[in-house]
DNA sequence: GGAATGACCATGG
DNA sequence: ACCATGGCCATTC
């Protein structure tokens, strides 16, 4: 991996403004390097919980909540509340509505 | 070099 | 809407 990536991925993390929510997909992509959501995900897992960093707002495709059952996805629930974000049952959230940037902003 | 792994994704049944 | 499959790609045995 060329060094930057890290960075390029943090940068965007914390461009997405509160109350909003983004996929390791798009993020990926967005950081010049398409196809590499697992790394996006991998940064994540490495990632310290009082970084600073708002990985919170970073889903998985469709706004779905990675790895159900564990400590993180509770944590990320509480926090996403805390910022305002409505959260279906099973831990989903609207893209339609909090995503950002907006889906159609591709399309 | 090859196999296993991972906070993933798109597709088809 | 849920699950199984196959595809991705860098890292680590």
Request: charged residues 20%; hydrophobic residues 35%; proline residues 8%.
């Amino acid at each position: 991996m060329p060094p930057g990536f890290e960075q390029a991925v943090l940068a965007l993390i914390g461009d997405i403004p509160p109350g909003c929510v983004c996929t390791y997909g798009t993020l990926a992509a967005m950081a010049g390097y398409p196809r590499h959501a697992r790394h996006v995900g991998k940064l994540l897992s490495g990632l310290p919980e009082g970084c600073g960093a708002p990985w919170h707002r970073v889903l998985g495709a469709g706004g779905r909540v990675s790895r159900p059952g564990s400590h993180h996805a509770d944590l990320q629930k509480l926090l996403l509340e805390n910022e305002g974000v409505a959260l279906s049952d099973n831990g989903r959230v609207s893209l339609k509505r909090y995503g950002w940037p907006t889906e159609y902003f591709f399309k």
